[in-house]
């Protein structure tokens, strides 16, 4: 099967349904492959932020908001 013939299978999913398949995709990428995937600079941003997480000092955001937002460039 190619990954269009996947896709396209995918995309008629529910939204739920995608998220898990998303989900189960992620983590069957080992982790030393994803890790890999960071540059330093991303792999710093990401301990900062996962740091100010654990601490209750990020601001976060609703997928709606996030979003809307990406769309306005922003």
């Known amino acids: ?15 739920q349904e995608r998220a898990l398949l998303a989900d189960e995709l992620w983590r069957s990428v ?3 492959e994803a890790e890999a995937a960071l540059t ?3 792999r710093a941003d990401l301990q900062r932020r996962l740091e100010e997480d654990d601490a209750g000092e990020s601001d976060p955001q609703d997928w709606e908001q996030a ?4 769309r306005r460039g922003q």
Request: charged content about 30%; proline content about 4%.
């Open 40 to 42: 330093d600079a991303q």
């Open 1 to 15: 099967m190619t990954l269009e013939a996947v896709l396209k299978n995918a995309m008629s999913l529910t939204a």
């Open 30 to 32: 080992p982790r030393d």
């Open 67 to 70: 979003r809307a937002d990406l």
